[in-house]
């Protein structure tokens, strides 16, 4: 727009009236949301439709009342009048928001939701394809703010019909400006590569392989809210899944969906997905490693169907009044030979061997006395006998039940393993105590994943419409069937950097990985462009990703600022409070990140100091101390890495780690250290 100074403080007037006429219209739609409830409660209908209704109104209610501060709209999308590429928009002005906001439920929207098929435009219009554009319009709002009108501090249009185009100041200063506390949502700064991926179809399975900074993680939340609001009934009727590496990680997520108008999404670690039990047993390096092997799938298979007995020792004799019923002992073999060949569930099989056998003596006593009532074939199908066979020929087993004797039968693991294991392996899996089923503190996290492999085998598990997994790269091939459990007819958006992989198991790979899955057809995508990483962070990054086992594209920053400081001191402890206090002298938040025996030292030293540090599960903290191993999916506007050889040297895959400790900033790192840097590093 003209750069007249009347011209825009008269458009700044009309957007601010504006959206006051939004939140009038807002605060009306709450209001009227309540009113709903109240009045369904007093509503005539039957029970069922009743409670689906209340529990519709009740939850649209729910939203509005968990609706975040905040602006209404952040960008307005003017269509040209001559332009065919507006089709039925020309002419037409929408203002586009987190939500749509409408003064009644019939009357056009005053706001479009981000999600909408018009708001495409605002996210992939360019001055060489404008689709019918005429303007393009960014509003930016006071960071402070609570989304009071006043609050509405500048807006930028690009004439992109006019073939004009522009670097963006509004959304370079909201990717780039400090932040403490939660992730923000992207809503207002998506660019075309990550909206391409976020409207991907409900029945795409997505992988992305996102190097630091390129914005993964706000990709799936955003494709999250998108499926949420283009699919509500297929989501909702499976559910959405959010599984993140570890609580902190979660909290620092919790606030992006709710701003976007989404609520009760299921938000998880695998970990506590399929928690039988504590983990409280510590496994050998070995143990844990085969544990996560996907070999073990087909020990514990053959461990679980080792408790069916194919070979009946007697026939099956059924007494039925004055008769009595017989089924011989190769027609109950053959049954079971069957039913196994079927390879249904566990539980589901040994069902199926009573029900044919129950056909068996139904098909008898019809030939000698005619039809049975159904009450006839329920009795049949309970009678004790038939229970004791089954019980013997297919007995009903526990997880815990199959798993211990495994760990600890040398002669069970042999036979299961046979061909599979190497002996020595099979001696790295043998526990010298068994553990106790139901006792607190006898499974180890590895044993876990097991254990959920063996209740899957019995029983498969209600699955979801729709699971984001992000960090995935950490995850062992065991721990991706669990996952794919949980989801065999709906989809997965995959979030993850090969390079970040820390886990003995990591990922090398994404097609095994997704094949793991049970999606091998799943699109894989390259996200390569940082924005919020500095470029001189991202070009120490790259060098110390030429040195890592990760077949990744190297990341390239859109920003040239950005600092990188290597300070080689003799008192770690006392250089990394000097850092934190300079840092403290500039906004936003500041993480420190060190090894993880040395993170609680540092605290101290902090605390002693008088600098008031948290750790990484309280989120909004201005300083943080991180372990490096709670580092990954975190980021701080400072950051101190500290002594980056102890990281490297705390575990196998330290250089990975390093590489995430290193790509948490965005926008000063600090790296303090009193032993020779690796040098990998190269400075």
Not at 46 to 55: I, N, P, Q, T
Not at 362 to 381: D, I, L, N
Not at 557 to 584: K, Y
């Amino acid at each position: 727009m003209p750069n007249s100074d009347s011209v825009l403080s008269d458009a700044l007037s009309q957007e601010r009236a504006y959206h006051d006429t939004c939140r009038t219209a807002l605060t009306a739609m709450i209001d009227g949301a309540q009113e709903q409830v109240t009045v369904g409660e007093h509503a005539s209908a039957s029970g069922a439709d009743a409670e689906v209704l209340g529990r519709q109104l009740r939850g649209q209610a729910k939203k509005f009342r968990e609706l975040p501060e905040g602006p209404l709209f952040f960008g307005r999308l003017d269509f040209a009048r001559d332009l065919p590429a507006a089709g039925d928009h020309a002419g037409q002005t929408y203002h586009i928001g987190r939500m749509r906001i409408a003064p009644d439920p019939s009357a056009p929207p005053l706001v479009i939701d981000w999600r909408a098929p018009v708001a495409r435009a605002f996210y992939r219009a360019s001055a060489r394809d404008p689709h019918g554009l005429a303007v393009r319009r960014r509003f930016g709002w006071s960071p402070a703010g609570h989304g009071e009108s006043d609050e509405l501090t500048g807006l930028e249009d690009e004439h992109l019909g006019r073939g004009e185009t522009r670097e963006s100041d509004i959304v370079a200063g909201e990717i780039e400006r400090p932040r403490i506390g939660p992730m923000r949502d992207i809503a207002a700064t998506i660019q075309p590569e990550q909206d391409t991926l976020v409207r991907e179809e409900f029945t795409t399975s997505l992988c992305v392989q996102g190097a630091p900074g390129t914005g993964k993680t706000a990709v799936g939340l955003h494709r999250a809210a998108y499926l949420l609001y283009t699919c509500p009934q297929r989501v909702q009727r499976g559910g959405m899944l959010i599984l993140g590496p570890n609580r902190a990680f979660l909290s620092y997520i919790s606030e992006v969906l709710p701003a976007l108008g989404e609520t009760g999404v299921r938000q998880s670690t695998l970990d506590e997905e399929i928690a039988r039990h504590p983990a409280g047993a510590e496994d050998s390096d070995a143990a844990a490693a085969l544990k996560h092997d996907i070999r073990m799938a087909e020990v514990l298979r053959r461990a679980l169907h080792a408790h069916v007995r194919t070979d009946s020792a007697q026939s099956l004799v059924l007494p039925d009044g004055s008769y009595r019923w017989r089924v011989p002992a190769g027609e109950l073999e053959r049954i079971v030979r069957d039913v196994l060949a079927e390879e249904p569930a566990y539980a589901v099989g040994r069902e199926r061997v009573r029900t044919r056998i129950v056909r068996s003596v139904q098909q008898q006593a019809e030939r000698r006395a005619g039809p049975r009532t159904p009450a006839w074939v329920r009795k049949v199908s309970r009678a004790r006998p038939l229970t004791a066979l089954l019980d013997t020929l297919w007995p009903t087993v526990r997880p815990e039940q199959v798993l211990a004797g495994l760990l600890t039968g040398p002669d069970t693991l042999a036979a299961a393993a046979d061909g599979i294991l190497e002996p020595d392996e099979q001696k790295a899996l043998l526990r010298t105590r068994p553990p106790r089923p139901t006792g607190p503190g006898r499974w180890s996290a590895a044993d876990l994943v097991l254990l959920d492999e063996l209740a899957g085998l019995i029983e498969r598990p209600a699955g979801y419409g729709h699971i984001v997994v992000d960090e995935a790269q950490d995850l062992s091939p065991m721990q991706c069937r669990a996952i794919a459990r949980r989801s065999p007819f709906g989809s997965l958006t995959v979030l993850g950097d090969l390079a970040q992989g820390t886990t003995p198991w990591a990922a090398r790979d994404w097609p095994g990985f997704l094949a793991h899955l049970g999606k091998p057809d799943a699109v894989t995508t390259a996200l390569t462009t940082g924005l919020r990483v500095p470029g001189a962070v991202a070009e120490l990054a790259n060098r110390l990703l030429e040195h890592l086992d990760a077949d990744v594209p190297p990341a390239r920053s859109l920003r040239r600022d950005g600092e990188v400081r290597t300070e080689a001191v003799r008192d770690t402890a006392a250089a990394t409070v000097a850092a934190v206090d300079a840092a403290l002298e500039r906004a936003g938040s500041i993480g420190v990140i060190a090894a993880d025996s040395g993170a609680p030292g540092l605290r101290a030293a902090l605390d002693a100091a008088g600098i008031r540090a948290a750790g990484p599960d309280t989120p909004g903290a201005r300083v943080t101390v991180v372990p490096a191993s709670m580092a990954k999916g975190l980021e701080y506007d400072q950051v101190v890495v500290v002594e980056p050889a102890a990281i490297v040297d705390a575990e196998p895959r330290g250089l990975n780690r390093l590489y995430v400790a290193l790509t948490r900033t965005v926008s000063q790192l600090r790296i303090v250290h009193s032993r020779p840097l690796p040098s990998a590093l190269g400075c």
